[in-house]
């Protein structure tokens, strides 16, 4: 079966950091892209970053640009989402999924055919 599982959330002051986890099984790793995507209370969900497991390419959202990185371990098939400088619209809900996104869709949720639970970032202000 496939699985992703999505941990490492949680309540961090302003400024602060957290990093993602997404644990892959049941499918190729390297053959997907794995993208973040976030759902904060009230909004649609929304990309925030990818990562090609075939070719290393990364896509990072404006919003998160700079203050966010995407990296992959192919040995373990996790993905990692590393969140510096943590703002108070972070707050979401954050989910990973596999896929493989065209160039002009890379954080669109209908190009992802897997999706994990979502963990749960809190950002107090």
């Known amino acids: 079966d496939v699985q992703l599982q999505a941990s490492g959330g949680g309540l961090v002051q302003a400024g602060g950091s957290l990093r993602l986890s997404c644990a892959a099984s049941?499918?190729?790793?390297?053959?997907?892209?794995i993208g973040w995507f976030r759902q904060a209370p009230g909004k649609e969900r929304e990309g925030v970053s990818c990562?090609?497991?075939?070719?290393?390419?990364?896509y990072y959202e404006d919003s998160v640009r700079g203050r966010f990185t995407i990296s992959s371990d192919s040995a373990k098939n996790t993905v990692y989402l590393q969140m510096n400088s943590l703002k108070a619209e972070d707050t979401a809900v954050y989910y990973c999924?596999?896929?493989?996104?065209?160039?002009?869709?890379?954080?669109?949720?209908?190009?992802?055919?897997?999706w994990g639970q979502g963990t749960l970032v809190t950002v107090s202000s």
């Open positions: 999924a596999a896929g493989n996104p065209i160039l002009s869709a890379l954080t669109s949720g209908r190009m992802y055919d897997y």
């Open positions: 049941g499918f190729t790793f390297d053959d997907y892209t």
């Open positions: 990562i090609s497991n075939s070719d290393g390419s990364r």
